[in-house]
């Protein structure tokens, strides 16, 4: 069975830094593009971050509102993806999403269905 979980979500100041997890089991992460994103109360889902397969060289593509602020990075061999958030703000909080695609391009698609998605894990910045 494929399965994504995320963790690492919590409770974090304006200025504050998590580092969300995205776990897989099932399946190797080297061939699929993987997406991290969000959702807030009463707003639709956007796109956070996604990096490519690694046959692309891990190619990654951030939203304009969290570049310079957030990393995604994999680890093939944990079968794990991540995403460090620094200098997070009230406008970050929401709950985070991994997902999955089979990559069929060399840079991932933050716009394009995801197949496999995780349950989620809560972020709020708060003070």
């Known amino acids: 069975q494929l399965q994504l979980v995320e963790s690492g979500g919590g409770l974090v100041q304006p200025g504050g830094s998590l580092r969300l997890s995205c776990a897989a089991s099932?399946?190797?992460?080297?061939?699929?593009?993987i997406g991290w994103f969000r959702q807030a109360p009463g707003k639709d889902r956007e796109g956070v971050s996604c990096?490519?397969?690694?046959?692309?060289?891990?190619?990654?593509r951030y939203a304009d509102s969290v570049k310079g602020r957030f990393t995604i990075s994999r680890d093939n061999a944990k079968r794990t993806v991540y995403l460090q958030m620094n200098s997070l703000k009230p406008e970050d909080t929401a709950v985070y999403y991994c997902a999955a695609y089979l990559s069929a391009q060399p840079m991932c698609d933050m716009i394009r269905p995801y197949y496999y998605w995780g349950q989620g894990t809560q972020v709020t910045v708060s003070s």
């Open positions: 990096i490519s397969d690694s046959r692309s060289a891990g190619n990654t």
């Open positions: 099932g399946f190797t992460l080297d061939r699929y593009a």
